[in-house]
T-cell receptor, first 115, second 117 residues
């Protein structure tokens, strides 16, 4: 299995530009999570989906952030317009999403730098 | 809301020695899961060990074991026979138990572990 795939691995952009981060979860996983990691705030959940439906988006900072999951194999996190304080590592994770004990599998992360 | 606290920003250990990383959490739930994740410099998040709150027996995975004290809401990680490859950030995480679907992880701020040769 290829694991969770994220692209790009690194993104450098200028303030005000639109940024789109992409994630392909592990095949067969029903739950997908977007986390953000910063030095100040640590790892925090932005949004998660079950069966392509957003369940909890309370961690999305503001209207500049949006996330979609059009199908079971693809999700995007968009920032428009980007700001320097959005600089962070963004992780996507997926899990089988069925009841019981199950692990969240993390992608390698996208390091975003907004100048 | 659930919170997870790791009171040790940094720890160091000599190779082959034992080290314990601390974690406390706050929740009103009676059933939940606890995890320790390792993040090496590669940035990849790797699950080290998990504990179900309804199980009294402490989880063990090779050189890694936990001391789970439910009443005290404490979940420490013990690494025995430390190896250079254990050097990483370690994150304690909490997740609610649900009957269906999935749930988010709530992470502590992490402990940076250095292993000295």
């Amino acid at each position: 299995d290829a694991g969770v795939i994220q692209s790009p691995r690194h993104e450098v952009t200028e303030m005000g530009q639109e940024v789109t981060l992409r994630c392909k979860p592990i095949s067969g996983h029903n739950s997908l999570f977007w986390y953000r990691q910063t030095m100040m705030r640590g790892l925090e959940l932005l949004i998660y989906f079950n069966n392509n439906v957003p369940i909890d988006d309370s961690g999305m900072p503001e209207d500049r952030f949006s996330a979609k999951m059009p199908n079971a194999s693809f999700s995007t996190l968009k920032i428009q317009p980007s700001e320097p304080r959005d600089s962070a590592v963004y992780f996507c994770a997926s899990s089988p999403g069925t009841s019981g004990d199950y692990e969240q599998f993390f992608g390698p992360g996208t390091r975003l730098t907004v100048l | 809301a659930q919170t997870v606290t790791q009171s040790q920003p940094e720890m160091s250990v000599q190779e082959a020695e034992t080290v314990t990383l601390s974690c406390t959490y706050d929740t009103s739930e009676s059933d939940y899961y606890l995890f320790w994740y390792k993040q090496p410099p590669s940035r990849q998040m790797i699950l080290v060990i998990r504990q179900e709150a309804y199980k009294q027996q402490n989880a063990t995975e090779n050189r890694f074991s936990v001391n789970f004290q439910k009443a005290a809401k404490s979940f420490s990680l013990k690494i025995s026979d430390s190896q250079l490859g254990d050097a990483a950030m370690y994150f304690c995480a909490y997740r609610r138990l649900t009957q269906g679907g999935s749930e988010k992880l709530v992470f502590g701020k992490g402990t940076k572990l250095t292993v000295n040769p």
